[in-house]
């Protein structure tokens, strides 16, 4: 499917076409704050926390947390499917019933089995910006980004008012950290197309089948034993 915590601060600071520009990025436990100052152009390279904000379109500030998923988040969940499928550019929306047909709405139907797990980043106001999810799904289950019966599948979405501003970074980064005490590995199905493939092979993500125009890649959390 297409498709954190104590962080430090950093500060990144460079030259483009001789203008100096700074961005500042901070991250801090609970809310998640960050501020941008910017001298010129929006800097081409931030920090890996910051890796896939867009200056260009995000407001001077922006406030989130991230909390884990509850079984009373199952619409969210929904929309957040939706979302995730990719279409491409100049492509019509698919029809929301999509969401009916067995192959889909196994990713998030019924959320809260005892393998379930992932988070949401919610705003001031407790509003969902985002959320990002592991489902374990094995025999007749099998998804489209399936390894083996141990690998969970990552299924993630970010409203798109919301997007370029880090989010998927801090979910990605936050889902990672906590996924490693649980599981080896964990996969997904992405679209050659699908600007999110950047964000999954700077988490180093790879490549383990090609179906067509879909990508099978897979991140290891630690070694096998």
Not at 12 to 39: K, P
Not at 96 to 107: F, H
Not at 151 to 175: D, K, N, Q, W
């Amino acid at each position: 499917m297409s498709e954190h915590h104590s962080y430090s601060s950093d500060f990144v600071s460079h030259q483009v076409n001789g203008r100096e520009r700074q961005t500042a990025t901070f991250l801090s436990r609970g809310f998640v704050t960050l501020s941008l100052r910017v001298a010129g152009l929006p800097p081409r390279h931030l920090h890996r926390w910051a890796a896939s904000f867009d200056p260009e379109s995000m407001s001077q500030q922006t406030q989130y947390k991230i909390r884990s998923l509850r079984p009373a988040d199952q619409p969210l969940l929904w929309e957040m499917l939706y979302l995730s499928l990719f279409v491409p550019k100049g492509s019509a929306p698919f029809e929301r019933d999509i969401l009916e047909q067995p192959d889909i709405s196994k990713y998030v139907c019924d959320w809260g089995r005892a393998t379930d797990f992932g988070f949401v980043t919610v705003d001031e106001n407790n509003q969902p910006l985002g959320a990002i999810w592991l489902r374990l799904l094995t025999g007749e289950e099998k998804g489209y980004g399936y390894v083996d019966d141990f690998t969970p599948e990552l299924g993630m979405a970010v409203f798109p008012e919301y997007r370029g501003r880090g989010i998927g970074t801090s979910l990605l980064t936050r889902l990672v950290e906590t996924a490693a005490a649980s599981y080896e590995q964990i996969s997904l199905s992405v679209a050659r197309e699908n600007p999110a493939l950047r964000l999954y092979k700077r988490f180093d993500f790879e490549v383990v089948a090609e179906n067509g125009s879909s990508l099978t890649m897979r991140k290891r959390l630690k070694a096998r034993e």
